[in-house]
């Protein structure tokens, strides 16, 4: 089991911006994501699920902070991060997040301006599929809450798909966050496993049954609103495939569910599926 590096004693929050990345193999991504961030951050602190590609070397070479956690889940690693942030406002951003050079001006701008009751600023994120932007198709304008005071805010603890929660006044800015939301098949296929166990937790949590209708009713839904409603039909086999992935997640988060209540009915069916 590895271990987390100590947790930092920080005290009072200096004026400034702390800009937090997760990490875990994201070595092609980082140092585009640190070169692209030095002039708008105070600090950057990377918090790093103990990669075991360049990532860690990479960020060393930039002399940034360096944080290690064992990964449980995206809303806990993040807030085991945000309290070791040595400035007031944090910045959270994924390995594959950019953001447009006009949203720097205007975070640093609402940065400076926020006032006392003013305690998280949602971001608009546009998604990149196959490098394409697809406003509606992919949820448009998709605000993300990522810019908030450090002693304000934490994610709510879902399991996956977490927001961060403040006790005071939130804003909207106007200007982009860019997501590389999907770059190729076979990357988009090894994450998705790692995505059902999260889902499965999350529905255990909240108490939900598998049933036929979420099966094989909700994920036709998703494609003909995907497809039909925002208008993905209009991409081509892009647009298609982003309606069929989000029906497919969908279905396989069902599927999963079953699965679950049918190994705790009879702990032999995962016995017998894997005999060796």
Same mark, same amino acid.
């Given at each position: 089991?590895? @271990?987390?590096?100590?947790? &930092? @004693?920080?005290?009072?929050?200096?004026?400034?911006?702390?800009?937090?990345?997760?990490?875990?193999? +994201?070595?092609?991504?980082?140092?585009?994501?640190? &070169?692209?961030?030095?002039?708008?951050?105070?600090?950057?602190?990377?918090?790093?699920?103990?990669?075991?590609?360049?990532?860690?070397?990479?960020?060393?070479?930039?002399?940034?902070?360096?944080?290690?956690? #064992?990964?449980?889940?995206?809303?806990?690693?993040?807030?085991?991060?945000?309290?070791?942030?040595?400035?007031?406002?944090?910045?959270?951003?994924?390995?594959?997040?950019?953001? &447009?050079?006009?949203?720097?001006?205007?975070?640093?701008?609402?940065?400076?301006?926020?006032?006392?009751?003013?305690?998280?600023?949602?971001?608009?994120?546009?998604?990149?599929?196959?490098? #394409?932007?697809?406003?509606?198709?992919?949820?448009?304008?998709?605000?993300?809450?990522?810019?908030?005071?450090?002693?304000?805010?934490? $994610?709510?603890?879902?399991?996956?798909?977490?927001?961060?929660?403040?006790?005071?006044?939130?804003?909207?800015?106007?200007?982009?966050?860019?997501?590389?939301?999907? #770059?190729?098949?076979?990357?988009?296929?090894?994450?998705?496993?790692? $995505?059902?166990?999260?889902?499965?937790?999350?529905?255990?949590?909240?108490?939900?049954?598998?049933?036929?209708?979420?099966?094989?009713?909700?994920?036709?839904?998703?494609?003909?609103?995907?497809?039909?409603?925002?208008?993905?039909?209009?991409?081509?086999?892009?647009?298609?495939? +982003?309606?069929?992935?989000?029906?497919?997640?969908?279905?396989?988060?069902?599927?999963?569910?079953? @699965?679950?209540?049918? &190994?705790?009915?009879?702990?032999? +069916?995962?016995?017998?599926?894997?005999?060796?």
């Amino acid at each position: 089991m590895q @271990e987390e590096h100590p947790q &930092e @004693e920080i005290g009072q929050p200096l004026k400034g911006l702390t800009v937090i990345i997760p990490t875990y193999n +994201v070595a092609p991504f980082l140092t585009r994501q640190i &070169e692209h961030l030095q002039e708008l951050a105070d600090e950057i602190l990377v918090c790093d699920s103990f990669s075991t590609d360049e990532t860690v070397n990479i960020a060393r070479s930039f002399g940034v902070r360096l944080i290690q956690k #064992t990964y449980v889940n995206s809303a806990t690693q993040k807030n085991w991060a945000i309290p070791q942030a040595k400035h007031e406002w944090v910045l959270i951003l994924d390995s594959d997040e950019l953001l &447009e050079p006009e949203l720097k001006n205007e975070i640093q701008e609402f940065i400076a301006s926020a006032t006392e009751d003013v305690h998280l600023a949602n971001i608009p994120r546009v998604n990149l599929f196959w490098g #394409t932007p697809m406003p509606r198709p992919l949820g448009y304008p998709d605000y993300q809450s990522r810019l908030f005071r450090r002693d304000r805010g934490r $994610y709510d603890g879902r399991e996956v798909h977490s927001h961060v929660r403040v006790p005071g006044r939130s804003v909207y800015l106007k200007n982009h966050l860019v997501h590389r939301d999907f #770059t190729d098949i076979s990357s988009w296929w090894l994450k998705l496993n790692r $995505y059902f166990r999260y889902e499965l937790k999350e529905s255990l949590k909240q108490g939900r049954r598998w049933t036929l209708r979420r099966q094989f009713v909700y994920p036709v839904v998703i494609f003909v609103r995907v497809y039909f409603l925002r208008g993905g039909f209009f991409y081509a086999f892009p647009g298609f495939f +982003v309606a069929f992935q989000q029906a497919l997640y969908y279905f396989m988060i069902q599927a999963t569910l079953y @699965e679950h209540e049918l &190994e705790r009915k009879n702990p032999l +069916v995962k016995k017998a599926a894997n005999p060796f």
